[in-house]
């Protein structure tokens, strides 16, 4: 496990900042990144996001990451979007 001042300075270097929207790969929503967090048990990265509704997740920022399959391709769990709202 890592300290908490590793995990501090970790999450000063992730790519994700707060107000970044983001679609999801399958149901094609979007979200807007709130904050970054460090979780409490194993004081890794977390993104917290809210959806259109509303409705505020917590993802370990591995996972929000990740690539996943697709009809046999590799995307994005979710894509960044731009100011306009096109992906990158």
């Known amino acids: 496990m890592i ?4 995990a501090v300075a970790t999450l000063n270097t992730l790519s994700i900042q707060a107000d970044d929207c ?3 790969y399958k149901t094609q929503e ?3 990144v ?7 048990e194993t004081q890794e990265p977390m993104v917290v996001y809210r959806g ?6 917590v993802r370990a920022y591995a996972i929000f990451t990740e690539f ?6 590799n995307v994005p769990r979710f894509s960044k979007l731009d100011k306009t709202g ?3």
């Open 30 to 32: 979007t979200y807007q």
């Open 22 to 24: 983001f679609v999801h």
């Open 3 to 6: 300290t908490k001042n590793e």
């Open 52 to 57: 259109g509704d509303g409705t505020v997740w």
């Open 86 to 88: 096109v992906k990158r």
């Open 68 to 73: 996943v399959l697709l009809n046999g391709v």
């Open 34 to 40: 709130i904050t970054l967090a460090i979780g409490e």
